[in-house]
């Protein structure tokens, strides 16, 4: 299903449109009104499960499945700086993830599923969800507020930095990671640097800590198991010659079995308890156990693969490894069969990752997701079937 140049230019303003306007997590009011009015100019019903999300429901001609396809719609607490002619006019507030590209491909589909209601086999639900970068976010509201009830099935996807720009990464499995963070407090007891032996120090506990901390992974994990522990913040102190009373810092955990996160956790508060004992401190550890992994359905991945090869090519489309970075759409994926796709958008000339920024993405891969997800969605309601079938 090739887009006409006019959809491709509509799809492309939409992206810039709402790059220039961004909110952030649970705040996406203008954006969640913007998405509604978009919806309803293509005669698109909706409604909203929480509150905070936008929902289109196109009925098919025909009777079948329904299914969901799902983009976020968040930004982030960043300063701008692509000098982009639509950048964002919210200071400090940035879509460098790739959000406002996720929107405008799903307003794409949009358009295009509501010119081919003939040929729908059932119920497609559009799902413009809030608070992705958040933990918790939208997706375990969602979840929780029954959205999955009598879903056959959910498709996501995400523009991915890290992949050249004209490739799609199809995984099936564990696709990305689960994702805890903890902190942690250390008191002990403050006094001059000159005279250490009157103090606790809780720089020379935590410092330990930190160090016994990386030996998680490397002795307690099998080395089939693939996880990761970082520590992102560290306090300790005011002063160069005065010993603090407390120290302080967190970090995040990412694994792809939910036993290899709870053994991490173990492991870290033995790891802080001992080191406080042999030292005469005492500590305060709180972990939270955030997103769990993407599960891709293997049926489900696998016929995506098969529409996107006989859409672009087999030689456009990869299989990746495992990203250890964390997606609420995760929390769908462990309830009804779900497919995450990665489609390329890294570019040589712009070399900034998620995140950053300067971040942007390959504005020539907005309607290749348009076409992959509009034909595998219409495809996979009709029975399964694709082009390569």
């Known amino acids: 299903m090739k887009l006409e140049n006019n959809l491709v230019d509509w799809v492309v303003l939409q992206r810039r449109y709402l790059h220039t306007h961004p909110e952030l997590s649970h705040r996406e009011t203008e954006t969640k009104a913007y998405i509604a009015e978009q919806l309803h100019a293509l005669g698109i ?5 929480t509150g905070k999300d936008i929902i289109g429901i196109i009925k098919g001609d025909h009777p079948g499945k329904t299914v969901i ?24 507030v940035m879509h460098a993830c790739g959000h406002d590209g996720h929107m405008s491909i799903l307003l794409g589909i949009s358009k295009l599923l509501v010119d081919n209601k003939a040929s729908i086999h059932g119920t497609v639900h559009l799902l413009f969800q809030h608070a992705e970068e958040e933990v918790p976010g939208g997706a375990v509201e969602l979840v929780e507020a029954n959205l999955l009830k009598s879903k056959d099935a959910i498709f996501g996807y995400h523009l991915w930095q890290p992949l050249k720009s004209g490739l799609i990464g199809i995984r099936n499995g564990a696709t990305m990671a689960g994702v805890d963070r903890f902190s942690i407090h250390i008191y002990g007891k403050g006094g001059h640097g000159s005279m250490p032996e009157e103090t606790i120090d809780p720089t020379l506990v935590i410092a330990h800590i930190i160090t016994q901390l990386h030996t998680i992974v490397s002795r307690s994990i099998k080395a089939i198991d693939q996880a990761v522990i970082s520590i992102g913040e560290l306090n300790s102190g005011t002063s160069y010659n005065i010993i603090p009373d407390t120290a ?33 401190a005492t500590f305060k550890l709180d972990y939270v156990h955030g997103d769990p992994p993407v599960l891709n359905n293997k049926e489900l991945t696998s016929f995506i693969q098969k529409t996107a090869i006989s859409l672009f090519g087999e030689d456009r489309i990869i299989e990746i490894d495992p990203i250890l970075g964390s997606e609420d759409f995760s929390y769908y994926s462990h309830e009804i069969p779900a497919s995450f796709t990665f489609i390329g958008v890294g570019k040589e000339e712009i070399p900034f990752g998620h995140h950053h920024p300067k971040f942007d ?15 595998g969605v219409l495809n996979y309601l009709k029975g399964g079937t694709t082009d390569e079938d």
């Open 45 to 49: 019903e909706t409604y909203s499960v």
């Open 248 to 280: 302080f810092a967190s970090g995040t955990v990412r694994y792809f079995d939910k036993d290899t996160s709870l053994l991490i956790r173990k492991r870290i508060e033995e790891i802080i308890d001992g080191a406080c004992k042999s030292f005469g």
């Open 361 to 375: 993405i390959d504005e020539d891969m907005l309607p290749v997701g348009v076409e992959l997800f509009t034909t």
């Open 69 to 92: 396809i799902r983009s976020d719609m968040d930004a982030l607490p960043i300063l701008e700086e692509t000098n982009l002619p639509f950048a964002s006019v919210n200071k400090g």
